[in-house]
């Protein structure tokens, strides 16, 4: 998407002052007159030639001075002009730019359908607007006071379920993990936006489990985690992933149409609750 500037305003424009009587194609000079017909010329004349630019010859030409003064005038006005855009064009980018500028880490899951994220920013709030969000999918605990006025003022649905990070140990419980796919598997949620604090390693480990319940390569998964988490990737987060059982979820997948529904077969007996949709 493009943004139109309109700096017009800031354009520098030639302004060719006339003289009543001179020729229109003839611009107006400090201390020029028109040449006339040779011969002695009034000491009035003479008086505004020489009080203007020094001196004039007998051809009534300009000397270098005058020359010089307009030049100097006209390079000023032409440099102040210039000056003046350029400091419109900054005050503008900021503002309009701002607005599309998307969450860092920020990337597509399934394109036009599942997007991923760090915490989005207040000036990320325009980018998200741009998206048709239906749904968000907060895997932390905390939420600003702006955050929440922003997805009730946009009508989107706001589900959040707390993801633990795995430091130390693996820490993300299994029925976690399914109450978040759960959301993700959902069709009625999309366009969905998933985010944690820093778009790394909770949301990787849902999107990686999320391909694998696609039936993704282990190796498509690891590549895909890595590259948002790059050199703060975790093998706790690994571990999680290879442990994790896609079949908890299969079914619902089924249901929503992500794999082929050729062999049916029930949840299974885990107990877990449902999503939490905060208010």
Known sequence: MYNIIDD?????????TLVEGTDMAT????GWIAPGPKGPMSSRAQETKEKNVGMIDGEGTVQAEAVTAVS???????STAMSSRRSSFEDKTPACLSRFTPPDNFGTVVDGKIFRSAYPKQENYGYLQSLKLKSILTLVDDCPESYTKFISENGIRHYRVSIPPNKGQVCIPPEAMVQALTVVLNRSNYPLLIHCNKGKHRTGCVVACFGKVLGKSNKQIKEDYHTYAAEKARVLDEQFMDGFDERSVLWMARFQGWVPDDEPRSPLCTRTQSPRQAA
């Open 8 to 16: 017009s305003a800031a354009k520098p424009t030639r302004v060719d």
């Open 27 to 30: 611009p107006a000079l400090r």
């Open 72 to 78: 100097s005038s006209v390079t000023t006005a032409s």
